[in-house]
């Protein structure tokens, strides 16, 4: 089946710094997802965005399905940024997603 | 408010118990899935619903069921609790192959 890595695994930041997280994938895929699980625990979704660039205030995602790889960018880091952010790819439409490990990002007041 | 809600929130359960985990939306959503959460392991699909009626099985199906008799609930069954099973689960539902997932707040189980 289809690989996911995320690197980095574990990424510190002081509020305030600008971040890219990277997801790479062993095929190319149709779907991807980048979702957000914040210390409590909820998963939050991002960004839906198989293809191109898209931006929601201070995150941007960019994917390159050609080169099966996606970059979630973070502006101005806020420490309310902190927790995981998981990659998900399915190499079909329909397909159930696969997900990456995750990065663990940590933002510093 | 739209979106999933899972029950209970924690749990503890004797071993060898028979136990479900629920879940509800009310998004109208034709796909719903079963994930577990372990340190270390990261996500990993249990069982998935493509639509109302049908079920299949994910990565790590085993000691796991599920059925769908309608489009808003998808139960989850462990029939013989074991210490293995110990994890938190996370419902997920998804409108169309193209609209992404929507997750529940999740449910800690631990077994005893």
């Known amino acids: 089946g289809i690989q996911v890595e995320q690197s980095p695994p574990d990424l510190i930041l002081q509020e305030g710094a600008n971040s890219t997280l990277r997801c790479n994938f062993s095929d190319s895929v149709n779907n991807l997802q980048w979702f957000h699980q914040n210390p409590w625990g909820q998963l939050i979704n991002l960004f839906y965005?198989?293809?191109g660039t898209k931006q929601n205030g201070r995150l941007s995602a960019t994917t390159v399905a050609t080169e099966r790889y996606s970059l979630l960018y973070i502006s101005s880091s806020q420490t309310t940024d902190s927790g995981v952010y998981f990659c998900a790819v399915a190499v079909y439409y329909g397909q159930n997603f696969v997900f990456g490990p995750g990065t663990r990002l940590s933002v510093l007041p | 408010i739209a979106g999933i809600t899972q029950a209970p929130t924690s749990q503890i359960l004797a071993a060898g118990r028979r136990m479900t985990l629920r879940c509800t939306q009310d998004?109208?959503?034709?796909?719903m899935y079963w994930y577990r959460q372990d340190l270390g392991l990261g996500l990993r699909l249990i069982h998935y619903?493509?639509?109302?009626?049908?079920?299949g099985k994910g990565e790590v199906p085993d000691g796991y069921s599920v059925s769908r008799a309608n489009t808003d609930d998808f139960p989850l069954t462990l029939a013989s609790a074991v210490p293995s099973q110990t994890s938190v689960y996370f419902c997920?539902?998804?409108?169309?192959?193209?609209?992404?997932?929507?997750f529940g707040s999740g449910t800690r189980l631990t077994v005893v």
């Open positions: 997920a539902s998804s409108g169309t192959a193209s609209s992404g997932y929507t």
């Open positions: 998004m109208r959503h034709n796909a």
């Open positions: 965005i198989p293809s």
């Open positions: 619903s493509n639509t109302a009626g049908t079920t």
